[in-house]
């Protein structure tokens, strides 16, 4: 079993950067990939990022992409999610996501994902 604790969401302004961290827990972390995600108030959940268990591989949204960086510390149980430029469109609830060790997670959906955090808002005004 694998938790996830999101952390690092706030209110900010346009133009502005955040870093969100998720923490988890278990020994399959550093064999898993790890994913972002997000939703917006009465939209569905959308793909941000993703990391391959390694670290050697990222993936991105159209709409994040040379804004948003994701990277993960396999020795510190934690992926991070570095996003700069913020528009008031990224407003959303942010979701850390893990798929289950070795799992391949391409196309990227949010069926790629086993385990979730719990969210953390981002909030981002004009």
């Known amino acids: 079993q694998v938790q996830l604790v999101d952390s690092g969401g706030g209110l900010l302004q346009a133009g502005g950067s955040l870093r969100l961290t998720c923490t988890a827990s278990g020994r399959t972390f550093t064999s898993s990939s790890m994913g972002w995600f997000r939703q917006a108030p009465g939209k569905e959940r959308e793909f941000v990022a993703a990391?391959?268990?390694?670290?050697?591989?990222?993936y991105y949204a159209d709409s994040v992409k040379g804004r948003f960086t994701i990277s993960r510390d396999n020795a510190k149980n934690t992926v991070y999610l570095q996003m700069n430029s913020l528009r008031p469109e990224d407003t959303a609830v942010y979701y850390c996501?893990?798929?289950?060790?070795?799992?391949?997670?391409?196309?990227?959906?949010?069926?790629?994902?086993?385990?979730w955090g719990q969210g953390t808002q981002v909030t981002v005004s004009s």
């Open positions: 996501a893990a798929a289950s060790p070795f799992r391949r997670i391409l196309p990227i959906t949010t069926a790629s994902f086993d385990y």
């Open positions: 990391i391959s268990w390694a670290g050697s591989t990222t």
